[in-house]
């Protein structure tokens, strides 16, 4: 039940202004039944860090209910799973202020936690993954959703580059 996927784009593919190239490393610790590929999740990390002109390196790993309780438990004092954890990366001592970091941080997706909110929110899950792949990643850039300005901006975001995904607005 544990595999990992490290996706990188194709060889010779030429990064374009419009294109970052996104290293991301998918790990499975939960069933794959009815979880997106890693392809799926390198297109949607790409598609929220389309905006971003350097390389960059994203960590997910899809868990299953008690994994995903221990984690937010443990780092946001929250006793139950929740649909997705961010954990963006802490520059190395002595990392130059003004050099991008190419590794942004890991996301953690619970599966049951995605296919439940799916089911009751009348979402494809896949559509569902998508966004909590763009939520996260976000995250990962510094965006919070902490103050009404940041959650409508946040928001605002995440639906634009859904909708160049071709998925409807999850709000």
């Not at 991301?24 to 939960?30: D, E, F, G, K, L």
């Amino acid at each position: 039940m544990h595999a990992t996927q490290r996706t990188r784009p194709p060889a010779g593919r030429r990064r374009t202004e419009s294109a970052v190239v996104a290293d991301v490393s998918v790990s499975y610790a939960t069933a794959r039944a009815g979880v997106p590929s890693a392809a799926s999740f390198r297109r949607w990390v790409a598609a929220a860090l389309a905006d971003r002109d350097e390389a960059a390196e994203v960590g997910i790993r899809v868990v299953g209910t008690d994994e995903g309780r221990e984690l937010n438990r443990q780092y946001r004092q929250r006793d139950y799973a929740t649909n997705v954890l961010s954990f963006p990366a802490d520059a190395p001592e002595g990392w130059p202020a003004d050099v991008p970091l190419p590794l942004l941080g890991d996301l953690v997706i619970c599966a049951d936690v995605v296919a439940r909110e799916a089911a009751e929110q009348g979402k494809r899950r896949n559509d569902h993954y998508a966004h909590l792949v763009v939520h996260g990643t976000l995250h990962l850039l510094g965006m919070d959703h902490i103050d009404d300005a940041d959650a409508e901006a946040m928001e605002a975001r995440e639906r634009a580059v859904l909708a160049k995904l071709g998925i409807a607005d999850p709000y």
